[in-house]
């Protein structure tokens, strides 16, 4: 079924990595676990930084790894963002960018302009990396990267160095990749922002295992796993901008099954978004409420319940058109309103959290 | 001033140092990059082995090194077996004894530089398709490059400064193995004293002067990004 299958067994003293994957081939799929849970040893096995004494790694019909065959790093068309930049400090930041391309077998220039061109880092070429500033480096670390035309890019947390400006610095640029490379990228991070924003799909990886994958939407909309983007339970929505109302400074957005009103974040009418709504800030209703403060009222169908962490809490899952909402609520408010599967209901959802 | 005696044992100092610096650089490199990268068990022996002449009396290595390379040691059969004869009282044989003595200095300065220089600048390189040798002189040697000038520079000084060994090996044949500090205990010896003070003076000014070039160099070598 898939061409990009990854199978490895590592053994370490206190650590044991065992996977088994099928990835996909195309967007953005994130390794996500807390520190420790293997997804960066998993990242370095497909790169080849690591050697597993038994593993199968094939990509696009070509074999990396089996029994009888190791492909070296530097023969497999990859590209490699590490968590600190690691920029050549002996090279200017050009000198950086054209280190891999004089080593890559096709000449393709157009990959080192448009490289250059989607980091933005054209008036930063003759300076050396010890005056760049934290932010600037990783963004030229993945131009590098991408300088060599690489047909899968390997990102190991490559925001996880940087402070929260530096983050927001960079974020959009990971999102102009998202939209215009057209090669599979392997994201690996424990932040939850950067996996709801950024992601297509997800691999949860813990204690060397992997606990569930699938596309972001539908696996977030679980209720029988033990993911959690942060503390909290939540739902991630692909939505567009479809109005904006200039007087009281808000944005519709428009998902599959209905529409949600936010903040407005400046961005134009047709703008594809991402909206990410957590459990506690859903709360369900058997009636329409009217006199609420709560600007957004869905309606929708119960489609399952389970329990939460706590003993007195449930989580609910409604359908809503095409989409899933998830909402937290005591067990007993689960019972003084008779929520059961396929119970029309009333969805209020207070906070939208926007991601452009 | 110096005499013609002096300017030849400092013109032979000087070629001696030379060789055998340019020698550690090719056998040094190879053992400092495997002491740096290794997880061998024998890691440890080696790295023993290899700064036994910092703790060892000249005499020691030298007595251990004629024998060696004497008519009934296992180098001298070898050399002449070869047809070049033994080395001990000849100008090569200054030089093998002298790349020993001198080999902790080339090799520890190399291995702190390439430990410095760690395992992520290679992994980088070998995912921009850089093959490990190529990675090596262009990642891994332009990074130690401090590294190398103070080793190369403590190696050539140390070497300018050896005696025992020199004694023990090379004995004191004018123009063959009369080097600075043989020709100085020389002087002494023949009450010369304005001869020894006039080349001490030298060697003194040498000396400070080469310590100074790696004081002064050191902060720089500390840059990173």
Not at chain 1, 33 to 57: D, F, N, P, V
Not at chain 1, 140 to 150: D, E, K, S, T, Y
Not at chain 1, 171 to 193: C, G, T
């Amino acid at each position: 079924m898939s061409n990009f299958k990854a199978k490895f067994h590592v053994e370490w003293p206190g650590f044991t990595l065992d996977v088994d994957l099928n990835l996909p081939e195309r967007g953005v799929t994130a390794l996500f676990g807390h520190s420790g849970s293997g997804k960066t040893t998993l990242l370095r096995c497909i790169a080849g930084l690591e050697r597993a004494k038994q593993g199968y790694l094939s990509f696009k019909g070509e074999v990396w790894q089996d029994e009888t065959t190791w492909l070296p790093t530097h023969q497999r068309p990859l590209g490699y963002v590490f968590q600190e930049a690691s920029l050549f400090s002996h090279l200017s930041v050009l000198g950086n960018l054209r280190y891999g391309l004089k080593r890559t077998s096709d000449i393709r220039n157009p990959a080192l302009d448009q490289a250059v061109e989607l980091l933005g880092i054209g008036h930063l070429l003759d300076r050396k990396p010890a005056h760049l500033s934290g932010g600037e480096r990783q963004r030229v670390g993945i131009a590098r990267a991408l300088a060599v035309a690489p047909r899968i890019l390997l990102m190991d947390e490559p925001l996880a160095a940087l402070d929260l400006k530096r983050k927001q610095e960079i974020l959009p640029y990971l999102e102009r990749l998202h939209d215009e490379l057209d090669i599979p990228v392997l994201y690996v991070s424990h932040s939850p922002d950067e996996v709801a924003r950024l992601a297509d799909h997800i691999v949860v990886m813990d204690g060397g295992k992997v606990v569930t994958r699938g596309p972001l939407v539908e696996t977030m909309a679980r209720l029988d796993l033990p993911i959690r983007l942060g503390q909290d339970a939540g739902v991630v929505l692909d939505a567009i901008v479809a109005e904006r109302d200039e007087t009281w400074h808000l944005a519709r957005v428009e998902f599959a099954g209905g529409s949600l009103w936010t903040r407005d974040h400046h961005l134009a009418v047709g703008h594809r978004v991402r909206v990410r709504i957590q459990a506690s800030d859903v709360s369900l209703a058997t009636q329409p409420q009217e006199h609420s403060s709560i600007l957004n009222l869905l309606s929708g169908v119960v489609d399952a319940i389970s329990d939460d962490e706590h003993p007195g809490l449930a989580l609910v899952r409604v359908r809503v058109g095409e989409s899933n909402l998830i909402a937290r609520l005591t067990k007993r408010s689960v019972t003084a309103l008779a929520i059961v599967p396929g119970l029309p209901i009333w969805v209020q959802v207070k906070s939208v959290a926007l991601m452009e | 001033m110096l005499s013609d005696g002096d300017l030849q044992a400092i013109w032979l100092t000087l070629r001696l140092a030379g060789i055998v610096t340019l020698i550690l650089l090719l056998i040094g490199t190879p053992i400092a990059w495997w002491l740096a990268r290794t997880r061998a068990w024998w890691k440890a022996p080696v790295g023993a082995v290899v700064a036994l002449p910092l703790v060892l009396p000249p005499s020691v290595l030298g007595f251990y090194l004629l024998l060696a390379m004497g008519p009934n040691g296992p180098v001298g059969a070898f050399t002449q077996s070869i047809g070049f004869g033994t080395l001990p009282f000849t100008f090569w044989g200054l030089v093998v004894a002298s790349v020993f003595y001198s080999l902790p200095f080339m090799v520890q300065p190399l291995q702190t530089a390439f430990e410095a220089v760690g395992d992520r600048p290679l992994e980088v390189a070998a995912t921009l398709r850089a093959s490990p040798i190529d990675a090596f002189f262009t990642v891994a040697v332009p990074l130690a490059l401090p590294g190398f000038l103070s080793a190369s520079i403590l190696t050539f000084a140390h070497t300018v400064g050896e005696f025992g060994v020199v004694l023990m090996i090379g004995g004191n044949i004018p123009g063959q193995t009369r080097v600075a500090s043989v020709q100085i205990y020389d002087h002494v010896e023949a009450l010369e004293y304005m001869h020894a003070h006039q080349l001490a003076a030298v060697m003194l000014v040498f000396s400070f002067v080469v310590l100074l070039v790696l004081y002064v160099w050191r902060p720089s070598s500390k840059k990173g990004a």
